[in-house]
């Protein structure tokens, strides 16, 4: 592969940590659309840094439209390269499909080794909220349905639950470290004891840029505005994939909404069950789709007058 000879006179040139601001794709998927796939030729510096144009950064924004609908980062090369006057093609989901098989698999068999591979393959090449959203967020949701009171349930539950809060955790700390944007404090509501929704929340929203404070176990909700003064975070996401308690949602998050002075979210399927619970109150509805829910937790940092 050869790439463009760097030309200072030309349009303004990128680093690849503003490409990823810019377009929301981390430096590390960048890196492998570039060298795997040859999507990308950015510019390189004399030392080797590379460097994008604008057309570059349309190049990603179209790649990532390929991705939405469906289509394997394999075969988005040869599209990209057709007129723009060509008919999309059908989405082609086996892809997707054929990852969240392997998931559930190594699930099923206990295969740690393989599940680091998938986890690690996926958010590499693939942009980490479509990653959630397409991959691990449909996978804990067959396996939450299918286990009940299975033999080994319980087993497969623990340690996939101890893999991502491991991983998620660690890639958590490391992004806090290089950022200085505002920080958000994530936390799972009472009744979901995996803590799934949070974890892949605190992924989802780490990767968009904030810093996470990620609170791994329960807390009494009457504790949280100590915690929100104290450490200084710009809003509380709670996340639950049930439908929690009625006096929880009805009574208690309204009540803490009412005594901070930072937004108060609900994600996850409980936002979709209980939204009319919460109508009229101070609690924020973030959903459950993982990219409505980045984009309207940004809005209300953005508007809020502290920020």
């Known amino acids: 592969m050869t790439f463009k000879a760097l030309d200072s006179s030309a349009a303004p040139l990128y680093p690849i940590r503003e490409v990823s601001r810019l377009t929301g794709v981390n430096s590390v998927t960048l890196r492998a659309w570039e060298r795997r796939y040859g999507l990308i030729r950015p510019q ?4 080797g840094h590379r460097l994008y144009a604008r057309d570059d950064i349309e190049r990603v924004e179209r790649i990532l439209q390929w991705l939405n609908r469906g289509v394997p980062v394999s075969q988005v090369r040869e599209l990209l390269d057709q007129p ?3 008919e999309t093609p059908a989405p082609q989901m086996g892809d997707w499909a054929s990852q969240r098989q392997h998931v559930i698999h ?5 295969d740690l080794g393989r599940l680091e591979v998938l986890f690690n393959q996926s958010l590499a090449l693939y942009p980490v909220s479509l990653c ?5 967020q449909p996978v804990i949701q067959q396996l939450e349905e299918r286990w009940g009171d299975q033999f080994g349930a319980s087993l497969q539950r623990r340690l996939l639950e101890t893999f991502l809060r491991t991983r998620i955790g660690t890639r958590i700390y490391h992004a806090n470290q ?12 009472p009744d979901d004891s995996s803590g799934f929704w ?8 780490s990767a968009s840029g904030y810093r996470v404070q990620l ?13 929100i003064e104290r450490l200084g975070v710009r809003a509380l996401l709670l996340a639950s994939g049930h439908a929690e308690r009625s006096d929880v949602i009805r009574r208690q998050l309204p009540r803490l909404a009412d005594q901070t002075e930072v937004p108060i979210c609900l994600a996850g399927p409980v936002a979709r069950i209980r939204a009319s619970d919460v109508e009229n109150t101070a609690v ?3 959903g459950e789709d993982m990219s409505q829910a980045l984009s309207r937790l940004r809005s209300m940092i953005d508007a809020d007058p502290q920020a």
């Not at 959630?132 to 691990?136: K, M, T, V």
């Not at 290089?178 to 509501?189: G, P, T």
Request: proline share 6%.
């Open 44 to 47: 390189r510096t004399p030392k």
């Open 84 to 86: 723009e006057a060509v």
């Open 106 to 110: 190594a699930v099923d068999v206990l």
């Open 132 to 136: 959630i959203s397409e991959l691990w």
């Open 178 to 189: 290089l950022s200085n944007a505002d920080e958000v404090m994530i936390a799972r509501l």
């Open 198 to 205: 949070a974890l892949l929340m605190g992924l989802a929203v």
């Open 215 to 227: 609170l791994d176990g329960e807390l009494p909700l009457s504790e949280f505005p100590l915690a």
């Open 284 to 286: 924020a509805i973030l």
